[in-house]
């Protein structure tokens, strides 16, 4: 368990210190972007950002929203298992 903090922890730190890396978009977004500003518009240059940015979080959002629902779900599922075997082993002491 302290090891998986660990690595996660140093994941975390060397990739939100080296931005460059993790910031480069692909090669046709990122020529109409230098493009469109060289030519001194700068509006679909912050439509593009906004767009990349909804769809990296509208994902996220979803894979968050259905871990969720999966997690509680299943803690509901194991609550109502537990009570099964409860008034199973009841119903078996009766009959024994």
Same mark, same amino acid.
């Given at each position: 368990? =302290?090891?998986?903090? /660990?690595?996660? +922890?140093?994941?975390?730190? #060397?990739?939100?210190?080296?931005?460059?890396?993790?910031?480069?978009?692909?090669?046709?977004? /990122?020529?109409?972007? %230098?493009?469109?500003?060289?030519?001194?518009?700068?509006?679909? &240059? &912050?439509?593009?950002?906004?767009?990349?940015?909804?769809?990296? #979080?509208? #994902? =996220?959002?979803?894979? #968050?929203?259905?871990?969720? +629902?999966? =997690?509680?779900?299943?803690?509901?599922? %194991?609550?109502?298992?537990?009570? %099964?075997? /409860?008034?199973?082993?009841?119903?078996?002491?009766?009959?024994?």
């Amino acid at each position: 368990m =302290y090891m998986r903090y /660990k690595f996660f +922890l140093i994941f975390v730190i #060397t990739f939100s210190l080296n931005f460059e890396l993790i910031s480069q978009g692909c090669s046709m977004c /990122k020529s109409i972007v %230098q493009s469109e500003i060289s030519a001194g518009n700068e509006g679909i &240059s &912050s439509g593009i950002n906004f767009g990349i940015i909804y769809l990296f #979080t509208s #994902t =996220y959002l979803l894979l #968050t929203a259905g871990g969720l +629902l999966w =997690y509680f779900r299943s803690k509901k599922d %194991q609550k109502n298992l537990e009570i %099964q075997n /409860k008034i199973s082993e009841r119903v078996a002491s009766i009959h024994n």
